[in-house]
């Protein structure tokens, strides 16, 4: 999948090159520096950003030219929770009537009855359907955001930061409603995030990106303990240890990234890796598949 953007007077990739797969039930973790083209999968995904090139395949069939009327179609079968959960609501709307819009807008029933229903999975009983978004915590914000995702069942739930700005506690229920939710529905579940403590807990798969492209992507659990790109190294000796036995020596990268409308030649992240070596300067290096992982480095870890 490619997926451009346009900045005056520029027209670059923000992602190219991004490939994976995902079953029902299961969690995939996106990974990256802010910038890194995350938000923009997630958009291109559920149609909200035309991808440029490639091929976007929705159980099996091919939905990267889909029409606006098909999308509205397939918008009943996939969801997102913005990363905000309080700047994703609107004010003016009480919280019945956010937790139902979905429903409104596909013309499915759309009453008080299911409003309780919704805030009854999510945990929140059923007087807060008419509270407003001010009257909210953000951990109520973001189980409302939940129930509004979860509004028209579907398959496919795109999660952005869904823990960002919530203390440790309310990390965790936020985290246990979407285990419980995909037990009971099988609903696949892209998860975006910095936290590398809630991918390596919460996901089956993770995939890391750098300047719009994947560098690796492969088993959650594989991936943290045998990282192939450097870049995925440094990413994993940054995150806070606090076994001091399992401490060691972090990677340091030096420099900034660079703009994706001026790409280095070769390996895009040549500039700032440790291992560089003169070839990562002129080779721009190919996705190699190797038993189920995937990465993108001339001299692999």
Sequence with gaps: MKAALRREPYDFEAVCGVSFTLGAGETLGLVGESGSGKSTIARTLIGLKKSSAGSIRFEGAEI?????????????????????????????????????????????????DEAERLLGLVG??????????????????????????????????????????????VQGEVLNLLADVQARSGVAIVIITHNLNLVRHVTDKMAIMYLGRFVEQ????????????????????????????????????????PSPINRPSGCDFHPRCPWARDTCATTEPEWIEDSGRGYRCLYPL
């Design 64 to 112: 990267s030219d889909a029409s606006n009327r098909e999308w509205t179609r397939l918008r009943t079968d996939m969801s997102m929770m913005w990363q905000d959960p309080v700047g994703s609501l609107s004010p003016r709307l009480t919280v019945k009537s956010l937790v139902t819009e979905p429903l409104r807008i596909h013309g499915r029933p759309a009453g008080r």
């Design 124 to 169: 929140l009983p059923a007087e807060f359907a008419t509270r407003y978004p001010h009257q909210l915590s953000g951990g109520q914000a973001r189980r409302v955001g939940v129930a509004r995702a979860l509004a028209l069942d579907p398959k496919l739930l795109i999660a952005d930061e869904p823990t960002a700005g919530l203390d440790m506690s």
């Design 218 to 257: 492969g088993p959650t659990d594989q991936v943290f303990a045998h990282p192939r790109h450097p870049y995925t190294k440094a990413l994993l000796e940054a995150n806070p240890e606090p076994d001091p036995e399992a401490r060691h020596d972090r990677v340091a990268l030096s420099g900034e990234v």
